[in-house]
C-alpha cells in the first residue's frame, strides 16, 4: 500500500493506492471517510485492479477547506480529478458510496473522457440540493458543538427497534471519531446537501459509460431508499442494477461481497484486469 497526498484547491487530501492494473477510485459519503466504500476489502486489488482511494476535503485525514462554503459538489468532482492527475490516472472506473455516487455521476457527465465505468453505491438523492436543511443544520450543530455524542444525539431516533438503535449509534460513533476535523465535516454538512450535483434526474440519461447501481433494502438505513437507486438504474442508459435479497444483510456493507459484483461488473463490460485478458 502506497500512501500519499494531493495539494490543489486550498485543501490536502490524504489517501492510499494499493494494488497494479486498471485505475479503480474510489469516493466515499457524507461524514465517512475513504475506509467506508469497500470496508477493508482487498478483493479488486487481488483480482488485478489498481485502488485508489482518498478522504474528501474536511474528512477524515484530509484538511478543512478554506471556507465553510467550500464544500460544493463541483469542488469534490475537481478534488477527485485532482487526485487522479497526480497519481498519473487518465481513466479510472470511478466507484461511488452515497455523497461519492453523485459526484462520480457529476464527473460522468462532466468529464466522460476521465471515467471508464461507473458504479453507484446507494445513491442517496437525484441530484437536487436538500429538502430538509434543518434536518442538516441540526446534525451538523451536533456535531460542531458535541462531537461524536452531539452527532449522535441530532440525529434522534429513527423508529427502529432498541437493539437496532444501539447499533446505528455505536457505527455513527466510530464513523464520526475517525475524523481530524470534525467542525469541517459539520461544515460539509451544511454546505454539500445544499447543493446540486448535476441537473435533476433527466441528467443521468446522459451517462454514457457502462454503469453499475447498487441498491439497499436496509430498513435501518432511511437516507438511502431504495427506490433513488432504482431511479438511477433506470434513468442511466443500460445501466445494471444488484440488491440484496429481502432480509439479506445489506450489500453495500459486505465489502467481499460488494467488491465481488464491481469485479463481475468491470469483467462483463470488457474493463479486465491485463493478467486475465
Same mark, same amino acid.
Given at each position: !500500500?502506497?500512501?500519499?497526498?494531493?495539494?490543489?484547491? @486550498?485543501?490536502?487530501?490524504? /489517501?492510499?493506492?494499493?494494488?497494479? @492494473? &486498471?485505475?479503480?477510485?474510489?469516493?466515499?459519503?457524507?461524514?465517512?471517510?475513504?475506509?467506508?466504500?469497500?470496508?477493508?476489502?482487498? =478483493?479488486?486489488?487481488?483480482?488485478?485492479?489498481?485502488?485508489?482511494?482518498?478522504?474528501?476535503? $474536511?474528512?477524515?485525514?484530509?484538511?478543512?477547506?478554506?471556507?465553510? *462554503?467550500?464544500?460544493?459538489?463541483?469542488?469534490?468532482?475537481?478534488?477527485?480529478?485532482?487526485? !487522479?492527475? #497526480?497519481?498519473?490516472?487518465?481513466?479510472? *472506473?470511478?466507484? /461511488?458510496?452515497? !455523497?461519492?455516487? +453523485?459526484? %462520480?455521476?457529476?464527473?460522468?457527465?462532466?468529464?466522460?473522457?476521465?471515467?471508464?465505468?461507473?458504479?453507484?453505491?446507494?445513491? =442517496?438523492?437525484?441530484?437536487?440540493?436538500?429538502?430538509?436543511? #434543518?434536518?442538516?443544520?441540526?446534525?451538523?450543530?451536533?456535531?460542531?458543538? /458535541?462531537? %461524536?455524542? $452531539?452527532?449522535?444525539?441530532?440525529?434522534?431516533?429513527? $423508529?427502529?427497534?432498541?437493539?437496532?438503535?444501539?447499533?446505528?449509534?455505536?457505527? !455513527?460513533?466510530?464513523?464520526?471519531?475517525?475524523? +481530524?476535523?470534525? %467542525?469541517?465535516?459539520?461544515?460539509?454538512?451544511?454546505?454539500?446537501?445544499? @447543493? *446540486?450535483?448535476?441537473?435533476?434526474?433527466? +441528467?443521468?440519461?446522459?451517462?454514457?459509460?457502462? *454503469?453499475?447501481?447498487?441498491?439497499?433494502?436496509?430498513?435501518?438505513?432511511?437516507?438511502?431508499?431504495?427506490?433513488?437507486?432504482?431511479?438511477?438504474?433506470?434513468?442511466? &442508459?443500460? #445501466?445494471?442494477?444488484?440488491?440484496?435479497?429481502?432480509? +439479506?444483510? &445489506?450489500? %453495500?456493507?459486505? $465489502?467481499?461481497?460488494?467488491?465481488?459484483?464491481?469485479?463481475?461488473?468491470?469483467? =462483463?463490460?470488457?474493463?479486465?484486469?491485463?493478467?486475465?485478458?
Amino acid at each position: !500500500m502506497t500512501m500519499f497526498t494531493v495539494d490543489g484547491g @486550498g485543501v490536502t487530501l490524504h /489517501g492510499e493506492e494499493s494494488g497494479t @492494473g &486498471p485505475a479503480v477510485l474510489l469516493l466515499h459519503g457524507l461524514s465517512a471517510t475513504r475506509r467506508y466504500v469497500l470496508h477493508g476489502s482487498t =478483493a479488486l486489488e487481488r483480482e488485478g485492479y489498481r485502488v485508489i482511494a482518498y478522504d474528501s476535503r $474536511g474528512h477524515g485525514d484530509s484538511s478543512p477547506a478554506p471556507s465553510p *462554503a467550500d464544500y460544493r459538489y463541483d469542488q469534490l468532482a475537481a478534488d477527485a480529478l485532482r487526485v !487522479m492527475d #497526480a497519481r498519473g490516472v487518465q481513466r479510472a *472506473a470511478v466507484v /461511488g458510496m452515497s !455523497m461519492g455516487s +453523485a459526484v %462520480a455521476a457529476a464527473i460522468a457527465l462532466d468529464h466522460p473522457d476521465r471515467v471508464e465505468a461507473l458504479v453507484a453505491i446507494t445513491p =442517496a438523492h437525484l441530484g437536487t440540493p436538500t429538502r430538509d436543511p #434543518a434536518r442538516w443544520d441540526r446534525l451538523a450543530a451536533g456535531l460542531a458543538d /458535541g462531537g %461524536a455524542d $452531539g452527532f449522535v444525539q441530532a440525529y434522534g431516533d429513527p $423508529g427502529v427497534p432498541a437493539k437496532s438503535l444501539d447499533l446505528i449509534r455505536t457505527v !455513527m460513533r466510530q464513523r464520526m471519531s475517525r475524523h +481530524a476535523h470534525p %467542525a469541517a465535516v459539520a461544515d460539509a454538512l451544511r454546505a454539500t446537501t445544499a @447543493g *446540486a450535483a448535476f441537473r435533476g434526474e433527466d +441528467a443521468l440519461r446522459g451517462i454514457r459509460c457502462p *454503469a453499475l447501481v447498487v441498491g439497499s433494502r436496509d430498513r435501518l438505513d432511511p437516507e438511502h431508499p431504495l427506490w433513488i437507486a432504482e431511479r438511477w438504474a433506470e434513468l442511466i &442508459p443500460g #445501466a445494471r442494477f444488484v440488491v440484496e435479497d429481502d432480509g +439479506a444483510s &445489506p450489500l %453495500a456493507w459486505r $465489502g467481499g461481497s460488494l467488491s465481488r459484483e464491481i469485479g463481475e461488473f468491470l469483467a =462483463a463490460t470488457s474493463r479486465l484486469p491485463p493478467a486475465t485478458r
